[in-house]
């Protein structure tokens, strides 16, 4: 009784015009999203905070070159099941309701990383960060088509930043989870990790399922999930399918350089000062300035993505992350310089990715929107998965790590010229 006066009260708030004083349900389907995305952040980060002290009590080794190897391993298989996840939770969303979906995949990745706490070996913690992998993969796709089917058209745009702008808060989070309680050991760091459970209350008891899904909900029943899935290949979603994986890929490949051997060009640095204090914390300072820097750059977007477009702000942040990275990874020679630039940095790098929560949901109808998006998103996300395994071969091909992040990150010309093939979306409205 009380899901479907939920879903009754859905119905009506969604169908009310553009203008309008926005309802209980619009701000909690907002929230519940923000919430879900920001822990998503925090779980995905916890492990990379945690890895050296892990992975090296694990495998009894103080050994950094074992421990970084076996470390990879371990990112990479989290990412790739990131990215599967991503787009069979994508296809599980169409077919099954966003906030169902949304709330399974909470589930799953604060279950599989509280889990990790309690690894005994270095495998059962690969299989456990692999298992939450799943859920952090899913839960963007679920999330971004709740917000964007319950919003209206002039205010879609800024909430969806609001969502994305939860991921620099996860990252946060994290680093804070690591500053206090890391001198506690690595298990209680990513036993923090289950706190995110607590979401589904809000998800399950509070956000019934958007009124644009629900008209569409039976057609999508109807036919198999393989059908679904397809369905953002064929005539007329082809090509936008394809700009979408470009774009993403482009975005997410170009920074994955700086991102993966920051943190190793910052030990390498401070080992060349005399006085380079506590490095954990340096990184961990690093981090926080570019997430930082990275609100700034969503908060910007509210405003740039409704009066330029969708691909000119795109365009925008692109050639603003090539120039950073270029100016970072080819000037910074001491750690005073880095941490000057991280803010920058994220503004636009990490800031970019806020393009994505506005245009992707928008190249979609709603019968595919979470498959296609997600599709987009995480197949970007898998290719990174190579990254933590290439990472050694990439630093020797070009001789050292801010001469091979700046070779990396050239790869933004890519969306910088692809986003153009795509269709602009502002002012369009959703496609049911």
Same mark, same amino acid.
């Given at each position: 009784?009380?899901?479907?006066?939920?879903?009754?009260?859905? +119905?009506?708030?969604?169908?009310?015009?553009?203008?309008?004083?926005?309802?209980?349900?619009?701000?909690?389907?907002?929230?519940?999203?923000?919430?879900? =995305?920001?822990?998503?952040?925090?779980?995905?980060?916890?492990?990379?905070?945690?890895?050296?002290?892990?992975?090296?009590?694990?495998?009894? +080794?103080?050994?950094?070159?074992?421990?970084?190897?076996?470390?990879?391993?371990?990112?990479?298989?989290?990412?790739?099941?990131?990215? *599967?996840?991503?787009?069979?939770?994508? !296809?599980?969303?169409?077919?099954?309701?966003?906030?169902?979906?949304?709330? =399974?995949?909470?589930?799953?990745?604060?279950?599989?990383?509280?889990?990790?706490?309690?690894?005994?070996?270095?495998?059962?913690?690969?299989?456990?960060?692999?298992?939450?992998?799943?859920?952090? #993969?899913?839960?963007?796709?679920?999330?971004?088509?709740? !917000?964007?089917?319950?919003?209206?058209?002039?205010?879609?745009?800024?909430?969806?930043?609001?969502?994305?702008?939860?991921?620099?808060?996860?990252?946060?989070?994290?680093?804070?989870?690591?500053?206090?309680? #890391?001198?506690?050991? =690595?298990?209680?760091?990513?036993? @923090?990790?289950?706190?995110?459970?607590?979401?589904?209350?809000?998800?399950?008891?509070?956000?019934?399922? &958007?009124?644009?899904?629900?008209?569409?909900?039976?057609?999508?029943?109807?036919?198999?999930? %393989?059908?679904?899935?397809?369905?953002?290949?064929?005539?007329?979603?082809?090509?936008?399918?394809?700009?979408?994986?470009?774009? +993403?890929?482009?975005?997410?490949?170009?920074?994955?350089?700086?991102?993966?051997?920051?943190? +190793?060009?910052?030990?390498?640095?401070?080992?060349?000062?005399?006085?380079?204090?506590?490095?954990?914390?340096? @990184?961990?300072?690093?981090?926080?300035?570019?997430?930082?820097?990275?609100?700034?750059?969503?908060?910007?977007?509210?405003?740039?993505?409704?009066?330029?477009?969708?691909?000119?702000?795109?365009? *925008?942040?692109?050639?603003?992350?090539?120039? @950073?990275?270029?100016?970072?990874?080819?000037?910074?020679?001491?750690?005073?310089? !880095?941490?000057?630039?991280?803010?920058?940095?994220?503004?636009?790098?990490?800031?970019?990715?806020?393009?994505?929560?506005?245009?992707?949901?928008?190249?979609?109808?709603?019968?595919?929107?979470?498959?296609?998006?997600?599709?987009? %998103?995480?197949?970007?996300?898998?290719?990174?998965?190579?990254?933590?395994?290439? #990472?050694?071969?990439? !630093?020797?091909?070009?001789?050292?790590?801010?001469?091979?992040?700046?070779?990396?990150?050239?790869?933004?010309?890519?969306?910088?010229?692809?986003? =153009?093939?795509? &269709?602009?979306?502002?002012?369009?409205?959703?496609?049911?």
């Amino acid at each position: 009784m009380g899901t479907t006066q939920g879903t009754n009260a859905a +119905s009506v708030e969604s169908a009310e015009p553009q203008g309008f004083k926005l309802s209980r349900y619009q701000w909690l389907a907002l929230i519940s999203a923000f919430l879900g =995305w920001m822990f998503d952040s925090m779980d995905l980060n916890l492990f990379t905070l945690v890895l050296v002290p892990s992975v090296g009590q694990l495998l009894h +080794s103080t050994d950094a070159t074992e421990i970084s190897k076996i470390g990879s391993y371990i990112i990479s298989g989290k990412l790739l099941t990131w990215g *599967i996840g991503g787009v069979l939770f994508g !296809v599980a969303a169409d077919r099954f309701g966003r906030s169902r979906v949304m709330g =399974w995949t909470i589930l799953i990745y604060a279950a599989f990383t509280l889990l990790s706490a309690f690894s005994r070996t270095w495998s059962q913690l690969a299989i456990a960060q692999a298992m939450a992998g799943f859920g952090i #993969g899913g839960e963007w796709a679920a999330g971004a088509a709740l !917000v964007a089917e319950s919003w209206p058209g002039r205010q879609r745009a800024r909430a969806m930043q609001i969502m994305q702008m939860a991921f620099a808060f996860g990252f946060l989070v994290a680093a804070l989870d690591n500053l206090l309680l #890391g001198r506690f050991g =690595w298990r209680i760091v990513l036993g @923090v990790g289950a706190a995110p459970a607590l979401v589904t209350i809000l998800v399950r008891r509070f956000v019934p399922e &958007p009124q644009r899904w629900v008209q569409v909900r039976e057609s999508v029943i109807a036919e198999s999930a %393989w059908q679904t899935f397809t369905a953002i290949f064929a005539q007329g979603l082809r090509r936008k399918t394809i700009i979408g994986v470009i774009v +993403s890929s482009a975005a997410m490949l170009g920074c994955w350089g700086g991102l993966t051997f920051l943190p +190793s060009w910052i030990h390498q640095l401070s080992f060349a000062d005399a006085d380079h204090g506590d490095i954990s914390r340096t @990184v961990s300072y690093a981090f926080i300035l570019m997430m930082i820097g990275a609100t700034l750059g969503y908060l910007t977007l509210i405003w740039m993505l409704d009066a330029l477009g969708r691909r000119m702000s795109y365009f *925008i942040f692109s050639a603003g992350s090539l120039v @950073v990275s270029l100016v970072l990874f080819m000037t910074a020679h001491d750690i005073g310089r !880095v941490l000057w630039l991280m803010p920058v940095y994220g503004y636009f790098v990490i800031g970019a990715f806020g393009t994505f929560a506005a245009y992707l949901p928008e190249l979609f109808p709603t019968r595919v929107r979470a498959t296609g998006q997600g599709f987009c %998103w995480n197949m970007a996300r898998a290719l990174t998965s190579i990254g933590p395994i290439a #990472g050694n071969a990439v !630093v020797v091909k070009f001789g050292s790590f801010p001469a091979a992040s700046a070779a990396v990150s050239l790869l933004f010309i890519v969306g910088m010229v692809s986003i =153009w093939f795509g &269709p602009e979306t502002k002012g369009v409205p959703l496609d049911n």
